[in-house]
C-alpha cells in the first residue's frame, strides 16, 4: 500500500500551500471556489455606483444615495464649511420681559441706589439693574402709575453726574428706552411702556409745531405738518431719513399734509427744514399765482396752456379768433419741451399723477388765474413769460384786428357818430 506523501507542492499559485495533505488542501481549493462564485453571483459589482445616474426620458435624475434630484436645487458650495453641530441658534429677535412671566424678587430693588434730594431733584447709578425696578423707581417718584406688559430683557449701566429733574430723569431713561425699541408714554397719571414696532399710533400723543418747544427731546409724539408749495408724497420720501428707526411717515394726498410719529428732537429738525425751506420759496412758489399779461390776450394763451398741460378744453367766456402763425409755433416749442421733460423724469411703475391743474381765465384784467403743484407751476409761468412779449409794431395792427366790430347804422350817418365817439 503506498502512502500519499505528507508535503506536496501545488503548480496553482493560489493553492500553494505546504505540509498539508493533499486531500485536505484540494478540499479547501474547493471551499475557497465556491464562495468567490456565490458571493459574486448574490452581491454583483456595479461599476457606476457611487455615480449620478442621468435622468432618463420622462424620470428625474438619481444621486448617489438613490434618491431622486431636485432638477431646481442650486450647487452645493464646494468650499462650504461644515455646520458646527456645537454651534449655539442665531438670536432672531430683541430679548424682552412679559408681564406674565416676570416674578418680582427682594434682590433686584437692591442693584440701583437713587436718592431725591429735598429740592425734589434725584441722583441715580444703576449698574446691571433690570427695567422692572428701574421703572418701579421711576412711576414712584413721579407720582405716576406704571403699566407695562414687555420690556427689554437686558440690564441697565447708568450712572449720572449732576441730579435730575424727575421729568429730566423719565426722559434720560426714555432715550435709553428708545434705543433698545421702547417707549414711555404719558397719558394723565399713568405711566405706559410699549413696543414701538406694533405700537398703536392712536396711544401716541399728538402735539402741535408750538408745542414741540416745550416737550422733552426724548417724548415719542406725533405731529400732523401742512404743505405749501411741496408736494406730500415727494417730502415724506425725501424727509424719511432724518427719521430714526423707530418713526414713522405717511403722506395725506388729499390735505397734502404729512403725518410724522418720532422723538420730539428729530421731529424739531424735520420742522426746521420744512418751515426754512417753505419760507424761502413761498413767493415763489405758490399754488395759486396771478399772471398779468401786458402784450398778448390771455384768452389765446389760456388756449396754449390747456394744449401744453394736457387740460381737457373746455369753453372759455371772452376767447375767440385765430391764434396767429407766431402763438402756433411757440405753442409746438413747448409742448415738444414739456413732453422732453416727461420723458427725462421717467414714469416711475406704480407712482400716482398729481392733482390736475387749473386756470380761469379774468377777461377784464387780461389775466390768467393758475392753482397747480409746484411742478406744473413752473411750466406755466415758463409758458406764460414766451408768450407774453412785445410784438412788432407791423404785426399790431393784425393783432388788434379780432378786437374790432362792425356796427351797421339804420338812421344815423357815421360821420357825425364817428365825430362825437371820437371827442369821447
Avoid at 431646481?72 to 412671566?101: C, M, S, W
Avoid at 421731529?267 to 399772471?291: G, H, K, W, Y
Avoid at 369753453?315 to 420723458?343: E, F
Wanted: hydrophobic letters at 40%; a neutral charge.
Amino acid at each position: 500500500m503506498v502512502r500519499e506523501p505528507y508535503l506536496m507542492r501545488l503548480s496553482t499559485p493560489s493553492c500553494r500551500l505546504a505540509a498539508i495533505p493533499l486531500r485536505f488542501a484540494c478540499s479547501l481549493f474547493l471551499v475557497i471556489t465556491l464562495g468567490s462564485l456565490i458571493s459574486t453571483a448574490a452581491f454583483p459589482q456595479n461599476p457606476e455606483q457611487g455615480k449620478v445616474v442621468p435622468a432618463a426620458e420622462g424620470k428625474p435624475a438619481v444621486g448617489p444615495d438613490g434618491k431622486p434630484i431636485d432638477p431646481n436645487a442650486k450647487p452645493a458650495d464646494p468650499n462650504a464649511k461644515p455646520a458646527d453641530p456645537n454651534a449655539k441658534p442665531a438670536d432672531t429677535g430683541i430679548k424682552v420681559i412679559r408681564r406674565t412671566e416676570y416674578l418680582k424678587t427682594p434682590s433686584t430693588s437692591e442693584k440701583f441706589n437713587a436718592t431725591v434730594g429735598a429740592d425734589g431733584k434725584v441722583e441715580f447709578h444703576f449698574e446691571g439693574t433690570p427695567w422692572p425696578p428701574v421703572l418701579d423707581w421711576l412711576a414712584e417718584i413721579s407720582g405716576k402709575s406704571l403699566d407695562w406688559q414687555e420690556l427689554p430683557g437686558d440690564v441697565l449701566n447708568l450712572h449720572t453726574q449732576r441730579r435730575y429733574t424727575p421729568e429730566e430723569a423719565r426722559d434720560l431713561l426714555n432715550w435709553h428706552l428708545l434705543a433698545r425699541g421702547f417707549t414711555l408714554l404719558l397719558h394723565d397719571e399713568v405711566f405706559t411702556v410699549a413696543n414701538v414696532k406694533g405700537i398703536n399710533p392712536g396711544i401716541v400723543p399728538r402735539v402741535t409745531e408750538e408745542e414741540l418747544a416745550t416737550r422733552m427731546p426724548s417724548e415719542f409724539v406725533k405731529i400732523s405738518l401742512p404743505l405749501e408749495w411741496i408736494i406730500a408724497e415727494d417730502a415724506a420720501t425725501q424727509l424719511a431719513p432724518m427719521l430714526s428707526p423707530n418713526g414713522r411717515l405717511s403722506a395725506i394726498k388729499s390735505v397734502n399734509r404729512i403725518e410724522a410719529i418720532d422723538a420730539v428732537s428729530n421731529l424739531r429738525d424735520i420742522v426746521t427744514l420744512l418751515r426754512d425751506e417753505q419760507n424761502s420759496r413761498r413767493n415763489d412758489r405758490a399754488l395759486v399765482r396771478v399772471f398779468k399779461l401786458q402784450h398778448v390776450r390771455a384768452d389765446e394763451v389760456i388756449v396754449s396752456l390747456m394744449s401744453i398741460l394736457g387740460i381737457e378744453k373746455k369753453q372759455v367766456a371772452g376767447s375767440g379768433g385765430n391764434m396767429n402763425v407766431m402763438m402756433q409755433q411757440m405753442q409746438m416749442q413747448m409742448q415738444q419741451q414739456m413732453q422732453q421733460m416727461q420723458q427725462q423724469q421717467g414714469g416711475a411703475a406704480g407712482a400716482q399723477k398729481a392733482s390736475e391743474p387749473k386756470l380761469v381765465l379774468n377777461s377784464r384784467e387780461n389775466s390768467i388765474l393758475a392753482t397747480a403743484p409746484p411742478d406744473k407751476m413752473e411750466i406755466i409761468e415758463q409758458t406764460v413769460k414766451a408768450l407774453d412779449i412785445s410784438p412788432d409794431s407791423e404785426d399790431q395792427l393784425l393783432r388788434n384786428l379780432d378786437r374790432m366790430r362792425v356796427y351797421r347804422l339804420t338812421t344815423l350817418k357815421p360821420e357825425p357818430l364817428a365825430e362825437i365817439l371820437t371827442d369821447v
